[in-house]
Protein backbone atom coordinates (compact mmCIF):
# COMPACT_ATOMS: atom_id res chain seq x y z
CA UNK A 1 0.00 0.00 0.00
CA UNK A 2 1.46 3.53 -1.07
CA UNK A 3 1.90 6.41 1.65
CA UNK A 4 2.80 9.79 1.17
CA UNK A 5 3.18 11.51 4.57
CA UNK A 6 3.65 14.88 4.94
CA UNK A 7 5.32 17.15 7.81
CA UNK A 8 7.12 19.96 8.91
CA UNK A 9 3.49 22.77 8.22
CA UNK A 10 2.93 24.97 11.13
CA UNK A 11 2.14 28.47 12.22
CA UNK A 12 4.49 30.91 10.90
CA UNK A 13 5.00 34.71 10.12
CA UNK A 14 4.87 36.57 7.49
CA UNK A 15 8.39 36.94 6.15
CA UNK A 16 9.40 33.28 8.01
CA UNK A 17 10.11 30.25 6.63
CA UNK A 18 9.10 26.40 6.89
CA UNK A 19 10.40 23.11 5.09
CA UNK A 20 8.06 20.49 4.27
CA UNK A 21 8.83 17.05 4.00
CA UNK A 22 6.69 13.95 2.18
CA UNK A 23 8.24 10.65 3.15
CA UNK A 24 7.03 7.95 0.51
CA UNK A 25 6.67 4.02 1.46
CA UNK A 26 5.11 0.76 0.23
CA UNK A 27 6.65 1.77 -3.43
CA UNK A 28 9.99 3.30 -4.85
CA UNK A 29 9.36 6.76 -6.12
CA UNK A 30 13.25 7.07 -7.34
CA UNK A 31 12.36 7.45 -11.70
CA UNK A 32 9.02 9.14 -11.03
CA UNK A 33 8.64 13.09 -11.16
CA UNK A 34 7.07 14.35 -7.61
CA UNK A 35 5.11 17.75 -6.89
CA UNK A 36 3.53 19.59 -4.05
CA UNK A 37 -0.01 21.08 -4.54
CA UNK A 38 -1.85 23.59 -1.55
CA UNK A 39 -5.63 23.74 -0.97
CA UNK A 40 -6.82 27.35 0.24
CA UNK A 41 -9.95 27.53 2.24
CA UNK A 42 -12.74 28.01 -0.16
CA UNK A 43 -10.55 27.41 -3.26
CA UNK A 44 -9.57 24.28 -5.37
CA UNK A 45 -6.43 22.67 -5.19
CA UNK A 46 -3.88 24.34 -7.42
CA UNK A 47 -0.11 22.99 -8.35
CA UNK A 48 3.08 24.78 -6.66
CA UNK A 49 5.67 22.59 -7.49
CA UNK A 50 7.09 19.82 -8.90
CA UNK A 51 10.54 17.91 -8.97
CA UNK A 52 11.42 15.33 -12.09
CA UNK A 53 12.72 11.77 -11.20
CA UNK A 54 16.66 12.24 -11.28
CA UNK A 55 15.87 16.12 -9.18
CA UNK A 56 17.30 18.01 -12.47
CA UNK A 57 14.01 19.60 -13.29
CA UNK A 58 11.54 21.61 -11.62
CA UNK A 59 8.97 23.57 -12.16
CA UNK A 60 7.02 26.25 -10.33
CA UNK A 61 4.06 28.21 -9.65
CA UNK A 62 4.31 31.75 -10.78
CA UNK A 63 3.17 32.89 -7.36
CA UNK A 64 5.80 30.67 -5.59
CA UNK A 65 8.31 31.37 -8.38
CA UNK A 66 11.74 32.37 -6.62
CA UNK A 67 10.53 31.83 -3.04
CA UNK A 68 9.74 27.88 -2.73
CA UNK A 69 12.04 25.20 -3.85
CA UNK A 70 11.40 21.69 -3.98
CA UNK A 71 13.91 19.13 -3.97
CA UNK A 72 14.08 15.60 -3.39
CA UNK A 73 16.25 12.39 -1.94
CA UNK A 74 15.67 9.43 -3.87
CA UNK A 75 17.64 7.69 -1.49
CA UNK A 76 15.13 8.13 1.40
CA UNK A 77 12.18 8.62 -1.49
CA UNK A 78 11.32 11.53 -0.03
CA UNK A 79 10.72 15.05 -1.42
CA UNK A 80 11.10 18.44 0.75
CA UNK A 81 9.52 22.11 -0.31
CA UNK A 82 11.46 24.85 1.64
CA UNK A 83 9.01 27.96 1.75
CA UNK A 84 10.92 31.60 2.32
CA UNK A 85 9.29 34.73 2.34
CA UNK A 86 6.08 33.48 3.20
CA UNK A 87 2.96 35.37 2.71
CA UNK A 88 -0.40 35.25 4.15
CA UNK A 89 -1.70 34.22 0.64
CA UNK A 90 0.62 31.06 1.27
CA UNK A 91 -1.74 30.08 3.87
CA UNK A 92 -3.54 26.70 2.91
CA UNK A 93 -2.94 22.73 3.21
CA UNK A 94 -0.07 21.52 1.37
CA UNK A 95 -0.03 18.16 -0.43
CA UNK A 96 2.46 15.96 -1.99
CA UNK A 97 1.61 13.76 -4.58
CA UNK A 98 3.01 11.37 -6.71
CA UNK A 99 2.14 9.20 -9.59
CA UNK A 100 1.87 12.06 -12.85
CA UNK A 101 2.18 12.89 -15.85
CA UNK A 102 4.72 16.02 -16.30
CA UNK A 103 2.38 18.74 -17.13
CA UNK A 104 -1.03 17.01 -16.71
CA UNK A 105 -0.93 17.94 -13.10
CA UNK A 106 -2.87 14.92 -11.83
CA UNK A 107 -1.46 12.56 -9.83
CA UNK A 108 -2.62 9.12 -8.49
CA UNK A 109 -1.00 9.23 -5.00
CA UNK A 110 -1.95 11.80 -2.19
CA UNK A 111 -0.50 12.73 0.93
CA UNK A 112 -2.71 13.59 3.48
CA UNK A 113 -1.97 16.93 3.80
CA UNK A 114 0.00 19.56 6.33
CA UNK A 115 -1.91 22.60 7.15
CA UNK A 116 0.69 25.79 6.83
CA UNK A 117 -0.59 29.39 7.87
CA UNK A 118 1.28 32.82 7.51
CA UNK A 119 0.11 35.66 9.77
CA UNK A 120 0.51 38.78 8.76
Known amino acids: QVQLVESGGGLVQAGGSLRLSCAASGRTFGSYARAWFRQAPGKEREFVAAVSGSGTITYYADSVKGRFTISRTNAKNTVYLQMNSLKPEDTAVYYC?????????????WGQGTQVTVSS
Open 97 to 109: AADFVWGSWSPGY
